[in-house]
């Protein structure tokens, strides 16, 4: 029987990370995968692989052969993310692991009764296992034996919005000539990533900006805002264990609670917490986006 715990529970408690879609579909969005990372961190860091257990190959990607024969025996050195994909990083090579749609992390005893969808057991030498549940099976697991990073899967993509680099200059400079709604843009993994639909809305009413202006025709300063402002959101919802809209839990199974904080966000109808107006909500790029008609230019 599994039961949750707090991260950092001594104890060898089970452990469930929940990441499904969100409304709109949407993939897990780089808060939700922090929060997974950091609560799958103290159960599989240092821990040796016993073996790997694949019931179902056909996901995004086919999952990687001869996983159980790579890994027996060697050591996690670290688990961390880059983007949405969580890695598994052993002495030579990485387990990548990407949620997509409906994934879900859970590290439990490996005689836990198997679950439909439960398509792959990382097992581990504790008696436990990091177990990976996908219904709709767009998630990957896949090995990549040289530098992640240079990898296919990795790449293209822009930086991390949380690091120094990321600056409203950077985004000034990547804009010029851009006729793309300033939302698709910061969405753009190759230009930053991690800031989906969730965080964009919200991070563009803070600093603003109206989702549907051209980014090309943002000036610095205004960047700089919305740099400021998508770091805070996203560093907020990390410190609050993501976003609970329809089915995102947390690493102790309670929700998130970020989804209190949102200010614009499927409120459409709603009062601006700011001005009064109600918030609107328009289709971009295929997403519901939310805004403020006065306070948003």
Not at 12 to 33: C, K, N, W
Not at 152 to 171: I, T
Not at 212 to 236: D, F, K, N, P, W
């Amino acid at each position: 029987m599994a039961f949750y715990v707090r991260q950092g529970d001594a104890s060898g408690a089970t452990i469930a990370v929940s990441l499904i879609p969100t409304i709109d579909r949407l993939m897990p969005e780089l808060p939700e995968v922090e929060t997974t990372v950091n609560g799958i961190r103290p159960f599989a860091e240092g821990r040796s692989v016993a073996g790997v257990i694949v019931r179902q190959r056909q996901l995004r990607w086919p999952v990687s052969r001869g996983l159980s024969q790579k890994l027996s025996g060697k050591v996690i050195q670290s688990v961390r993310r880059r983007a949405k994909y969580i890695m598994f990083e052993f002495e030579r090579g990485t387990l990548l692991i990407h949620l997509g749609m409906s994934g879900r992390l859970r590290v439990v005893p490996s005689t836990t009764p198997i679950e439909k969808h439960d398509h792959v057991d990382l097992l581990l030498d504790d008696g436990h296992c990091v177990r990976f549940k996908d219904p709709r099976r767009f998630g990957s697991v896949t090995w990549v034996s040289g530098d992640p990073l240079v990898s296919q899967y990795l790449y293209h993509l822009g930086p991390e919005p949380l690091v120094d680099d990321f600056d409203g200059q950077y985004l000034y400079t990547k804009a010029r000539g851009r006729r793309t709604a300033v939302k698709n843009f910061i969405m753009d993994g190759r230009i930053v990533v991690g800031v989906g639909n969730i965080y964009a809305s919200e991070a563009l009413f803070r600093s603003g900006i109206r989702p549907t202006r051209a980014a090309g025709r943002i000036a610095l300063e205004r960047y700089s805002l919305l740099v400021i402002a998508i770091q805070s959101v996203l560093g907020e919802a990390i410190a609050a264990g993501g976003t609970t809209l329809r089915d995102y839990s947390r690493v102790t199974g309670e929700p998130g609670y970020f989804e209190q904080a949102l200010k614009v966000y499927a409120r459409q109808g709603q009062p601006c917490e700011v001005c009064g107006d109600l918030i609107n909500r328009k289709v971009i790029g295929q997403r519901a986006s939310y805004y403020c008609p006065s306070c948003q230019h």
